[in-house]
Protein backbone atom coordinates (compact mmCIF):
# COMPACT_ATOMS: atom_id res chain seq x y z
CA UNK A 1 0.00 0.00 0.00
CA UNK A 2 1.54 3.45 -0.92
CA UNK A 3 1.79 6.04 1.94
CA UNK A 4 0.14 8.93 1.69
CA UNK A 5 2.51 12.10 -0.06
CA UNK A 6 2.47 13.98 3.42
CA UNK A 7 3.74 10.59 5.49
CA UNK A 8 6.60 10.43 2.80
CA UNK A 9 7.17 13.95 3.17
CA UNK A 10 7.68 13.91 7.08
CA UNK A 11 9.61 11.12 6.87
CA UNK A 12 12.04 12.62 4.19
CA UNK A 13 12.19 15.53 6.21
CA UNK A 14 12.99 14.03 9.52
CA UNK A 15 15.87 11.99 7.52
CA UNK A 16 17.02 15.43 6.38
CA UNK A 17 17.17 16.51 10.06
CA UNK A 18 19.13 13.10 11.57
CA UNK A 19 21.32 13.95 8.84
CA UNK A 20 22.17 17.43 9.52
CA UNK A 21 22.48 16.67 13.02
CA UNK A 22 25.43 13.99 12.62
CA UNK A 23 27.09 16.95 9.60
CA UNK A 24 26.70 19.53 11.81
CA UNK A 25 28.42 17.48 14.98
CA UNK A 26 32.13 19.01 15.63
CA UNK A 27 34.69 16.84 17.00
CA UNK A 28 36.48 17.69 19.69
CA UNK A 29 39.44 18.11 17.24
CA UNK A 30 38.86 18.29 13.34
CA UNK A 31 42.01 17.10 12.52
CA UNK A 32 41.66 17.98 8.39
CA UNK A 33 40.84 21.46 9.22
CA UNK A 34 43.93 21.27 11.90
CA UNK A 35 45.99 19.89 9.19
CA UNK A 36 45.07 22.53 6.90
CA UNK A 37 45.83 25.07 9.41
CA UNK A 38 49.63 23.63 9.36
CA UNK A 39 50.14 23.73 5.60
CA UNK A 40 48.65 27.00 5.67
CA UNK A 41 50.96 28.55 7.85
CA UNK A 42 53.80 26.55 7.13
CA UNK A 43 53.06 26.79 3.22
CA UNK A 44 52.87 30.76 3.86
CA UNK A 45 56.56 30.58 5.83
CA UNK A 46 58.21 28.94 3.46
CA UNK A 47 57.00 31.00 0.20
CA UNK A 48 58.26 33.94 2.09
CA UNK A 49 61.04 32.45 3.45
CA UNK A 50 61.89 31.87 -0.58
CA UNK A 51 61.44 35.51 -1.57
CA UNK A 52 65.29 35.98 -2.47
CA UNK A 53 65.78 32.33 -3.90
CA UNK A 54 62.72 31.85 -5.60
CA UNK A 55 62.39 34.67 -8.68
CA UNK A 56 59.08 36.97 -7.96
CA UNK A 57 57.15 35.55 -10.48
CA UNK A 58 57.33 31.95 -8.95
CA UNK A 59 57.35 32.97 -5.50
CA UNK A 60 54.46 35.47 -5.33
CA UNK A 61 52.06 32.63 -6.73
CA UNK A 62 52.67 30.67 -3.93
CA UNK A 63 52.48 33.37 -1.57
CA UNK A 64 48.74 34.44 -3.07
CA UNK A 65 47.97 30.62 -3.16
CA UNK A 66 49.20 30.50 1.03
CA UNK A 67 47.30 33.52 1.53
CA UNK A 68 43.56 32.60 -0.33
CA UNK A 69 44.06 28.94 1.79
CA UNK A 70 44.41 31.37 4.84
CA UNK A 71 41.38 33.67 4.23
CA UNK A 72 39.23 30.90 3.42
CA UNK A 73 40.59 29.29 6.84
CA UNK A 74 40.00 32.36 8.61
CA UNK A 75 36.01 31.81 7.30
CA UNK A 76 36.32 28.31 8.71
CA UNK A 77 36.98 29.84 11.95
CA UNK A 78 34.80 31.97 12.65
CA UNK A 79 32.04 29.49 12.07
CA UNK A 80 32.96 27.79 15.14
CA UNK A 81 36.01 25.17 13.87
CA UNK A 82 38.12 23.45 14.09
CA UNK A 83 37.44 22.39 18.12
CA UNK A 84 35.06 23.35 20.59
CA UNK A 85 37.24 25.89 23.01
CA UNK A 86 36.27 29.49 21.16
CA UNK A 87 40.28 30.72 22.45
CA UNK A 88 42.19 28.07 20.81
CA UNK A 89 39.63 28.68 17.20
CA UNK A 90 40.38 32.48 17.67
CA UNK A 91 44.50 31.96 17.99
CA UNK A 92 44.23 29.93 14.60
CA UNK A 93 42.40 32.80 13.23
CA UNK A 94 44.12 35.64 14.51
CA UNK A 95 47.17 35.86 12.90
CA UNK A 96 47.07 39.11 9.83
CA UNK A 97 48.75 37.35 7.26
CA UNK A 98 47.21 39.59 4.62
CA UNK A 99 47.86 42.53 7.20
CA UNK A 100 44.68 44.93 6.01
CA UNK A 101 42.19 43.39 7.99
CA UNK A 102 41.80 42.64 11.55
CA UNK A 103 39.61 39.42 12.32
CA UNK A 104 37.83 40.59 14.97
CA UNK A 105 36.15 42.97 12.46
CA UNK A 106 35.89 39.89 9.68
CA UNK A 107 34.57 37.83 12.03
CA UNK A 108 31.31 39.89 13.27
CA UNK A 109 30.25 41.36 9.71
CA UNK A 110 30.56 37.87 8.28
CA UNK A 111 28.19 36.57 10.86
CA UNK A 112 26.11 39.61 10.27
CA UNK A 113 25.49 38.77 7.18
CA UNK A 114 24.74 35.41 8.11
CA UNK A 115 21.03 36.90 9.16
CA UNK A 116 19.60 35.76 5.73
CA UNK A 117 16.46 37.54 5.80
CA UNK A 118 18.45 40.85 5.56
CA UNK A 119 20.84 39.34 2.66
CA UNK A 120 21.72 42.01 -0.49
CA UNK A 121 20.41 44.80 1.71
CA UNK A 122 22.90 48.08 1.43
CA UNK A 123 22.92 48.64 4.91
CA UNK A 124 21.90 45.49 7.00
CA UNK A 125 23.92 43.38 4.95
CA UNK A 126 28.12 44.45 5.77
CA UNK A 127 29.26 42.39 2.39
CA UNK A 128 26.54 44.14 0.04
CA UNK A 129 28.15 45.59 -3.04
CA UNK A 130 24.29 47.36 -3.32
CA UNK A 131 23.36 51.01 -2.62
CA UNK A 132 20.07 52.16 -1.90
CA UNK A 133 18.75 54.51 -4.29
CA UNK A 134 19.37 57.21 -2.66
CA UNK A 135 23.01 57.04 -2.11
CA UNK A 136 23.61 55.90 -5.69
CA UNK A 137 22.07 59.20 -6.55
CA UNK A 138 24.35 61.15 -4.02
CA UNK A 139 27.45 59.72 -5.50
CA UNK A 140 29.58 61.35 -7.53
CA UNK A 141 30.47 60.56 -11.26
CA UNK A 142 34.13 58.59 -10.77
CA UNK A 143 32.42 56.94 -7.63
CA UNK A 144 29.30 55.91 -10.07
CA UNK A 145 31.75 54.32 -12.80
CA UNK A 146 34.39 52.91 -10.47
CA UNK A 147 30.86 50.76 -8.49
CA UNK A 148 29.68 50.09 -12.07
CA UNK A 149 33.29 48.87 -13.22
CA UNK A 150 33.04 46.31 -10.06
CA UNK A 151 29.80 45.18 -11.28
CA UNK A 152 31.59 42.58 -13.93
CA UNK A 153 34.05 40.35 -12.91
CA UNK A 154 37.11 42.06 -14.37
CA UNK A 155 36.05 45.12 -12.59
CA UNK A 156 35.49 43.17 -9.42
CA UNK A 157 39.29 41.57 -9.63
CA UNK A 158 41.10 44.22 -11.02
CA UNK A 159 39.53 47.19 -8.99
CA UNK A 160 38.06 45.64 -5.99
CA UNK A 161 40.70 45.06 -3.98
CA UNK A 162 41.92 48.36 -3.46
CA UNK A 163 38.24 49.73 -3.52
CA UNK A 164 37.10 47.28 -0.25
CA UNK A 165 40.46 48.04 1.73
CA UNK A 166 40.07 52.08 1.02
CA UNK A 167 36.37 52.23 1.90
CA UNK A 168 37.14 50.01 4.62
CA UNK A 169 40.16 52.24 6.04
CA UNK A 170 37.81 54.74 5.99
CA UNK A 171 34.95 53.88 7.39
CA UNK A 172 37.61 52.17 10.57
CA UNK A 173 39.01 55.86 10.78
CA UNK A 174 35.55 57.53 10.81
CA UNK A 175 34.38 55.13 13.95
CA UNK A 176 38.02 55.86 15.71
CA UNK A 177 37.54 59.20 15.08
CA UNK A 178 34.16 59.76 16.35
CA UNK A 179 35.38 58.02 19.72
CA UNK A 180 34.56 53.99 19.06
CA UNK A 181 36.73 53.26 21.85
CA UNK A 182 35.88 49.56 21.05
CA UNK A 183 36.68 49.42 17.66
CA UNK A 184 40.18 51.32 18.27
CA UNK A 185 41.21 48.16 20.88
CA UNK A 186 40.18 45.93 18.30
CA UNK A 187 42.84 47.73 15.98
CA UNK A 188 45.56 48.37 18.54
CA UNK A 189 45.25 44.64 19.63
CA UNK A 190 45.17 44.29 15.48
CA UNK A 191 48.48 45.86 15.02
CA UNK A 192 50.25 43.84 17.45
CA UNK A 193 49.76 40.54 15.92
CA UNK A 194 50.83 42.60 12.52
CA UNK A 195 54.27 42.83 14.36
CA UNK A 196 55.45 39.57 14.10
CA UNK A 197 54.43 38.91 10.32
CA UNK A 198 55.86 42.30 9.75
CA UNK A 199 59.27 41.29 11.59
CA UNK A 200 59.36 38.23 9.89
CA UNK A 201 58.99 39.38 6.48
CA UNK A 202 61.58 42.15 6.64
CA UNK A 203 64.42 41.00 9.24
CA UNK A 204 63.94 37.18 8.01
CA UNK A 205 62.38 37.55 4.42
CA UNK A 206 64.25 40.58 3.29
CA UNK A 207 61.08 41.04 1.86
CA UNK A 208 60.14 45.05 1.16
CA UNK A 209 56.47 45.35 2.27
CA UNK A 210 55.23 47.52 -0.88
CA UNK A 211 56.33 43.80 -2.93
CA UNK A 212 54.34 41.65 -0.56
CA UNK A 213 51.56 44.12 -0.37
CA UNK A 214 51.12 44.29 -4.07
CA UNK A 215 52.48 41.66 -5.76
CA UNK A 216 51.29 39.43 -2.81
CA UNK A 217 48.25 40.72 -0.53
CA UNK A 218 46.35 42.44 -3.41
CA UNK A 219 46.12 39.53 -6.03
CA UNK A 220 45.29 37.40 -3.03
CA UNK A 221 42.37 39.36 -2.05
CA UNK A 222 41.67 39.69 -5.91
CA UNK A 223 41.28 35.61 -5.91
CA UNK A 224 39.09 35.47 -2.86
CA UNK A 225 36.55 38.53 -4.69
CA UNK A 226 36.22 35.75 -7.37
CA UNK A 227 34.25 33.67 -4.98
CA UNK A 228 32.11 36.52 -3.72
CA UNK A 229 31.75 38.10 -6.58
CA UNK A 230 28.18 36.47 -8.01
CA UNK A 231 27.43 34.64 -4.50
CA UNK A 232 24.31 36.86 -3.96
CA UNK A 233 21.62 38.30 -6.06
CA UNK A 234 18.72 40.95 -5.08
CA UNK A 235 15.55 38.82 -4.75
CA UNK A 236 12.34 38.46 -3.11
CA UNK A 237 12.97 35.88 -1.41
CA UNK A 238 15.48 34.98 1.15
CA UNK A 239 17.16 31.15 -0.61
CA UNK A 240 17.18 32.42 -4.28
CA UNK A 241 19.28 35.47 -3.10
CA UNK A 242 22.28 32.50 -2.86
CA UNK A 243 24.01 30.90 -5.74
CA UNK A 244 25.55 27.94 -6.15
CA UNK A 245 29.26 27.21 -8.61
CA UNK A 246 28.92 23.52 -9.07
CA UNK A 247 31.70 21.50 -10.45
CA UNK A 248 34.53 23.56 -9.47
CA UNK A 249 37.76 21.44 -9.21
CA UNK A 250 40.45 23.92 -8.56
CA UNK A 251 38.95 27.42 -6.67
CA UNK A 252 36.56 25.41 -4.91
CA UNK A 253 38.93 23.60 -2.84
CA UNK A 254 40.95 26.78 -2.39
CA UNK A 255 37.53 28.20 -0.94
CA UNK A 256 37.03 25.72 0.76
CA UNK A 257 34.05 24.35 -1.11
CA UNK A 258 32.15 27.75 0.06
CA UNK A 259 31.02 27.60 -3.95
CA UNK A 260 28.72 25.47 -2.97
CA UNK A 261 27.56 28.94 -1.02
CA UNK A 262 23.20 27.92 -0.76
CA UNK A 263 24.52 24.82 1.31
CA UNK A 264 27.07 27.07 2.99
CA UNK A 265 23.82 29.52 4.13
CA UNK A 266 21.91 26.49 5.23
CA UNK A 267 24.16 24.71 7.31
CA UNK A 268 27.36 27.13 8.18
CA UNK A 269 28.50 24.80 10.99
CA UNK A 270 28.75 22.02 8.96
CA UNK A 271 32.77 21.46 8.30
CA UNK A 272 34.80 22.50 4.87
CA UNK A 273 35.42 18.79 4.06
CA UNK A 274 31.81 17.58 4.55
CA UNK A 275 30.10 19.96 1.58
CA UNK A 276 30.63 18.08 -1.28
CA UNK A 277 28.93 15.11 -0.53
CA UNK A 278 26.32 16.36 1.42
CA UNK A 279 25.56 19.02 -1.65
CA UNK A 280 25.88 15.90 -3.79
CA UNK A 281 22.68 14.11 -1.56
CA UNK A 282 20.86 17.48 -1.37
CA UNK A 283 21.44 18.74 -4.43
CA UNK A 284 17.85 18.94 -5.79
CA UNK A 285 16.19 20.24 -3.03
CA UNK A 286 19.15 23.22 -2.65
CA UNK A 287 18.81 24.14 -6.31
CA UNK A 288 14.85 24.19 -6.39
CA UNK A 289 15.36 26.15 -3.22
CA UNK A 290 17.63 28.75 -4.60
CA UNK A 291 15.52 29.11 -7.48
CA UNK A 292 17.94 27.42 -9.76
CA UNK A 293 20.75 30.43 -8.95
CA UNK A 294 23.44 27.95 -10.37
CA UNK A 295 26.27 28.26 -12.84
CA UNK A 296 28.38 24.99 -13.31
CA UNK A 297 31.96 26.32 -12.85
CA UNK A 298 33.86 29.71 -12.29
CA UNK A 299 34.19 29.93 -16.06
CA UNK A 300 30.42 30.30 -16.20
CA UNK A 301 30.65 32.94 -14.23
CA UNK A 302 33.36 34.47 -16.61
CA UNK A 303 31.51 34.00 -19.68
CA UNK A 304 28.64 35.57 -18.32
CA UNK A 305 30.07 38.66 -16.18
CA UNK A 306 33.64 38.80 -17.51
CA UNK A 307 32.65 42.40 -18.87
CA UNK A 308 29.01 42.40 -18.61
CA UNK A 309 27.30 43.39 -15.17
CA UNK A 310 26.22 41.01 -12.93
CA UNK A 311 23.39 43.70 -11.48
CA UNK A 312 22.79 47.17 -11.32
CA UNK A 313 24.23 49.23 -8.29
CA UNK A 314 20.97 50.00 -6.81
CA UNK A 315 19.14 47.91 -5.01
CA UNK A 316 15.67 46.90 -7.05
CA UNK A 317 13.94 47.28 -4.07
CA UNK A 318 16.15 50.31 -2.21
CA UNK A 319 16.09 48.09 0.61
CA UNK A 320 15.04 44.21 1.29
CA UNK A 321 11.45 44.77 2.96
CA UNK A 322 11.73 43.70 7.07
CA UNK A 323 8.55 41.48 6.10
CA UNK A 324 9.91 39.66 2.60
CA UNK A 325 11.06 36.27 4.17
CA UNK A 326 11.16 34.68 7.55
CA UNK A 327 14.25 33.97 9.69
CA UNK A 328 15.60 30.41 9.45
CA UNK A 329 16.07 30.14 13.45
CA UNK A 330 17.65 26.70 13.03
CA UNK A 331 20.85 28.81 11.95
CA UNK A 332 21.12 31.32 14.51
CA UNK A 333 22.85 28.82 17.11
CA UNK A 334 25.06 27.02 14.51
CA UNK A 335 26.44 30.30 12.89
CA UNK A 336 27.73 31.79 16.33
CA UNK A 337 30.12 29.27 17.09
CA UNK A 338 32.81 31.57 16.20
Not at 140 to 155: E, I, K, Y
Request: net charge positive.
Amino acid sequence: MTKPAASVDGASAALDERVAVVDERVAALEWPTLALAAVVYGGWIAATLAYRRWPLALDAPAVVLALVLHGSLQHEILHGHPTRRVGVNRLLAMWPLSLWLPYPIYRDTHLAHHRDERLTDPLDDPESYYLTPEAWAGAGRSTRALLQAQQTLLGRVALGSFWRIGVFWRGELCRIGAGDAARRRMWLLHLLWCLPVLAWLTFVCAMPLWVYAVTMVIPANGVLLIRSFAEHRARPRARERIAIVERSWILGPLFLFNNLHALHHERPAIPWYRYPGRYRRHRERLIADNGGLVYRTYFDVARRYLLRAHDAVPHPSGRVPAAATHVHEALAPASMNG
